[in-house]
Structures are given as C-alpha cells and as structure tokens.
C-alpha cells in the first residue's frame, strides 16, 4: 500500500454513558476451538520505547501496556527496551536483534531513522512504528517492506475535543483556550489542528466568539517547546499560553502536560487541561482535579493487535490508520466535570462524531496520516 507524497513523518462512549467507547483499533483474531492458527514457538515480540520512557503517562505507556496484554494472552515475555535519551534509539534495536526478536515494535517519529536502517538490515523480521511512516525520502512508500506503520488521524477526535473546549469557555464567560506543543511535527499540529477546527465548528453552530491562542491552523504557525520533556521552556512556554487568559489549555506532547499543570497551579486560576494520547485523567491521578477531558489514541489496542497477528503469522505491512470510525481515535469522559457541562453537550458531541464518520463533516488537517 502506498501513502501519498503529502504524508511525512508522524508522531492521539461519552462518560456515563455517552463517552465514545474505547474499544481499539480493530480486533485482535480470536482463538476458536479447531480453527485458530497457533502460535508461532518462536515468536519473540519486542518494544523499543522512546526517550519518554514507560511511564510518560502517554503512548510509551500505552505502548507498552498493548505489547503486555498481547504477551499475555500469547504466553510469550516479551522483551522491552527503555530508551533513556535519543543516542538509545540504534543499540536498543541493535540488541532487539541480537536476542532473537520477530517482532520489533518501535515507539514514536524519533525512531523512525533507526528503525528504517534496522529493518533494511533484517528483511526476515517483522517491524511496526507509531505515528510515523517510516518515509525517510518522502516519495510515498514506506521505506522497508517490513515495516507497519500505526498512525492515526488524531484530527477528528481533537476537533470535538476543541468543540467541548469552546462551550466549557463560552459558558464561563471567558472565550479563550489555547494550545501549545512539543515538537512541530505532524503527530503533535494533527492535535492542534482538529482542536482549533473544533472550536471554530462551536462558533459557527453557536454564532460565538472564542478565540483559539498558540496555534493558527491556516499558518501552521504557534507555539512550541522544541521537545517533550517537562522542564522550565515547556513550563514557560504553558505560561506564556495561560497569560492570554485562557481557561483551556491543551498541550500536546506527552509529559510536557506536566508542565503545563505546573503553570496552571502557579498562576492560582481555574484553567483546566485536555489531555492526549491517553485517558490523563486516569493515567495520572493527580492531575484528576485539572483534566476537563483527553484526545486519546488507542496505542495499546493497535501493538496488541500487530502483536497477536504476527505471533500466528498473519503479519502484514499494510499502514493502520486509527479513525473515529474504528475507534482507533476517541474522546475520553469528562471525569469531574461531567455534570458541569453545559446542557445538550454530550448530544451534540455524540452528533458530530455521527457526521464525521458518516463523511457529512470532514476534519482536513495538513497533518492527518
């Protein structure tokens, strides 16, 4: 399967009864009495983390726990290798090799270069990537024929993240949120983008006003820390969002949320944040208090099901995109602020997700896989 020259390199039930339900990205083959195929004895799966290591309570943490349930029902232990900074990418996927891997599942954009190099090296075993192509020269192939690239349009469950965004501001009287990521890439603007598309839909079905700070979907131009960790430029970089006075706040970029709820609890107002990636209010419990929803990404459901499928045989290359549709993208509960929402929300929301799917509304980010 080709992917069009345009895509690049990429990195995301209402509650209560009416938060989209997190099911996963299509299901993993079930076991049937007679009829499954077994399971390879030499099936060896491996995770290759980024440098946001296991609990960044974002996609290596939904990474990991996919390849975990997969082992499980497998019976297989798989072998994890943390990656503590950048120079790990190469000998931890050098070392995969060496014990015997079939299975190499590498975390994020920033292994895309050593996973190309590890996977052209050793054709006979089975790679997948997440947010990313592996489409080092761009020309629309991935760029090893066993590589499975697991990406997701994470546009479309941000645009109604972006909607919920704008009402809880609008009903406060504030109509300000804003955004702010790690790095510019497409994994991270595909959040902006939807997010910002999001709120422009509140204003146009609402005849509102909110403004959108830190990113502008038409420039592709907004604010940004230069990478992922949680430190003083992401802190000031939140801060420099919060001063426009906004009441929303969604950083995307794993732990850099951190930071952002550092900020928040400097400045003593009531801002709240939107997570990504996982459901933040659950992965990090002391973040509850401040988490209006998350942008989620079912990671685990598509390692988990990558994981089964190779393990009978059943690998195959062909990219994986997580959509609205096949739940592979999907927007958390509202948590503590469930029965703050402003009336008809969660209908209009179940509504819009309705439409997309349906193709009536269609969320164009120039970041979307």
């Known amino acids: 399967m080709t992917i069009s020259t345009t895509k690049k390199l990429i990195g995301a039930t209402l509650a209560a009864g009416v938060v989209f339900a997190l099911a996963g990205c299509g299901q993993a083959p079930e076991e ?8 390879d004895s030499d099936f060896l799966p ?12 974002s996609f290596n943490q939904s990474a990991k726990e ?3 349930s997969a082992a499980e029902k497998i019976g297989v232990k798989p072998l994890e290798f943390e990656s503590a900074n950048d120079n790990d990418y190469a000998p931890n996927l050098e070392t995969a090799v060496s014990e015997g891997c079939t299975l190499i599942v590498s975390v994020g954009f920033k292994l895309s270069a050593a996973t190309i190099e590890s996977a052209t090296a050793n054709p006979d075993i089975n790679y997948a990537i997440i947010d990313d192509w592996a489409d080092a020269d761009f020309d629309g192939k991935t760029d090893a024929p066993n590589i499975k690239p697991l990406v997701f349009d994470t546009a479309q469950a941000a645009y109604l993240g972006g909607y919920a965004s704008a009402a809880w501001s609008a009903q406060a009287g504030v109509n300000k949120v804003g955004t702010f990521g790690g790095m510019q890439i497409p994994s991270v603007a595909v959040f902006m983008d939807g997010f910002q598309l999001g709120v422009e839909k509140y204003n146009e079905d609402k005849s509102a006003g909110v403004q959108v700070f830190g990113w502008d979907t038409k420039t592709q ?44 609890k400097d400045s003593g107002k009531d801002t709240l944040l939107v997570g990504v990636d996982s459901d933040l209010a659950v992965a990090d419990p002391s973040v509850a208090d401040v988490t209006f929803v998350s942008i989620m990404k079912a990671i685990d459901q598509a390692v988990n ?13 062909e990219p994986y995109i997580g959509t609205l549709e096949n739940e592979g993208v999907k927007l958390s509960g509202f948590g503590e602020f469930e029965g703050q929402l402003p009336d008809g929300l969660t209908d209009e929301l179940a509504e819009l997700q309705k439409q997309i799917i349906a193709g009536d509304i269609t969320v164009e980010s120039p970041n979307s896989p």
Request: hydrophobic letters at 40%; one cysteine or more; glycine letters at 16%.
């Open 46 to 57: 491996c995770l290759v983390s980024d440098a946001g290591g296991w609990n960044d309570k």
């Open 221 to 264: 131009k907004g604010s940004f820390t230069g990478g992922f960790d949680a430190n003083d430029t992401a802190k000031q970089t939140a801060q420099g969002v919060l001063d426009q006075g906004v009441d929303v706040i969604l950083p995307v970029g794993g732990p850099i949320y951190q930071s952002a709820a550092a900020a928040i």
């Open 32 to 39: 049937t009495e007679g009829g499954a195929k077994p399971v």
């Open 305 to 317: 099901d990558v994981t089964v499928a190779a393990s009978k045989g059943d690998f195959k290359a």
């Open 66 to 68: 996919g390849m975990d």
